[in-house]
């Protein structure tokens, strides 16, 4: 994964500010291989601030042999490539003091692929916790925007909390003047 004059991806490269406690990186170039179907996906994907994500610009499928899977080269999974993408293009400063480092959502991601550590998940959905608990759906709201997947449902596994509380925290959290610049239509019911 690298950005677009072809340097590694990192948090350094994440210098577009998106809300009050993110950037992003503008865009980026990521290659994905199926060795199965012998089959390898670059994709090239810009953000938009007109759709609140990143939208593929280019797609480029290539067979790795003679012997590929013609069908997955016609038809490639490129949301499954972005969401893979996107925690590497979006960093975050874990603590508020001057020179702070910042780290890329994928540097925080688990082991078992949820972006945020149990501990950090279970303090912030204690009553009482309404700035880190904002500030951690401003972060998760943004992650799934971006990489086009329902806010909701992501809000709602990363906390193990309720749908219909993840989307009551997400109204609150932009109350209170969170997620400036971040919306998402995906998986809100038409006319919400």
Known sequence: MSTLDGKKMSARAAD??????????????????????????????????????????????????????????????????????????????????????????????TGDGRILPDWLAGSVVKRGVKDERWDVIEILYGTAALSGTPPVKLISLELDVPERTATDWI????????MTGMTSNIGRPPGE
């Open 16 to 109: 577009t500010p998106l809300g009050g406690a993110m950037r992003i990186a503008s865009a980026f170039v990521v290659t994905a291989r199926d060795d199965d179907a012998a089959v390898e996906t670059t994709v090239e994907a810009h953000y938009s601030a007109a759709k609140g994500r990143y939208v593929p610009t280019v797609i480029v499928n290539r067979a790795l042999g003679d012997d590929f899977d013609e069908s997955r080269l016609r038809h490639t999974f490129t949301q499954a490539i972005l969401q893979a993408a996107v925690p590497h293009c979006i960093a975050l400063r874990l603590e508020d003091a001057p020179g702070a480092k910042w780290i890329s959502i994928a540097d925080l991601t």
């Open 171 to 178: 109204k609150k959290a932009r109350a209170a003047g969170r």
